[in-house]
């Protein structure tokens, strides 16, 4: 079965200072992989995927990410980090299997950004 | 389209109560997914269906949890009978797998906050 590590839980950045959460998985195939977003009270919303080709993935609001397989990470850039990021940070994978399956995810990285 | 929707967006209840939560995916979507979200065990996916079938439910946490999808547009979770630590926020989420390369991206309602006294 698949895991999902996500190392930072809680990060305090300043404005315009530069993120970087990790994330790593452990599964022996090939998967996708996915970042998600839970501003405070709201849902869950689809901040970028990866399903193949270009390990470097740009999604919505500035952030990447980079899939690297070697190190079976995945981790969630941003350059420069605004006060409405503040938010919860999930990384989740799945098998890539070809059809659903459930995704596994990380106990996310809770991020607040100070003014 | 609206959405995942979920109702109710709150539910504060008394231990021993039945509690039903329920789930309107998007249309056309043929997977649901049920997950709970506590602060200790983070996200938990409980179980999925497919068509209306369900595929998976290791992650009901017991008997007192039940899931139903009687069509492809409702589904509903129930406890019964409901205890303090099953207080949680619930997600419902559904996605279209079958839809090429694109696809697998699981879209999330806005949840269910339980409050079990």
């Known amino acids: 079965a698949q895991s999902v590590s996500q190392h930072n839980h809680h990060v305090i950045l300043s404005e315009a200072a530069s993120l970087e959460l990790g994330c790593n998985y452990s599964y022996g195939g090939t998967v996708n992989l996915f970042w998600y977003v839970q501003y405070p009270g709201q849902h869950l919303q689809l901040l970028l995927k990866?399903?193949?080709?270009?390990?470097l993935v740009k999604g919505i609001k500035g952030f990447e990410a980079e899939f690297i397989k070697s190190k079976f990470s995945f981790n969630l850039r941003k350059p420069s980090v605004q006060w409405s990021d503040t938010a919860e940070y999930f990384c989740?994978?799945?098998?890539?299997?070809?059809?659903?399956?459930?995704?596994?995810f990380g106990t996310g990285t809770r991020l607040q950004v100070t003014l | 389209d609206a959405g995942v929707i979920q109702s109710p967006r709150h539910e504060v209840t008394e231990m021993g109560q039945e509690v039903t939560l329920r789930c309107k995916p998007i249309?056309?979507?043929?997977?649901l997914f049920w997950y709970r979200q506590t602060m200790m065990r983070g996200l938990e996916l409980l179980i999925y269906?497919?068509?209306?079938?369900?595929?998976?439910d290791s992650g009901m946490p017991e008997d007192r949890f039940s899931a139903k999808m009687p069509n492809a547009s409702f589904s509903t979770l129930k406890i019964q009978p409901s205890e303090p630590r099953d207080s949680a926020v619930y997600f419902c989420a559904s996605s279209f797998p079958s839809g090429g390369p694109l696809v697998d991206e699981q879209f999330f309602g806005p949840g269910t906050r339980l409050t079990v006294l």
């Open positions: 249309s056309g979507h043929d997977y």
């Open positions: 990866y399903f193949s080709g270009d390990p």
């Open positions: 269906f497919n068509n209306n079938v369900p595929i998976d």
């Open positions: 989740a994978v799945k098998p890539n299997t070809g059809t659903a399956s459930k995704l596994t």
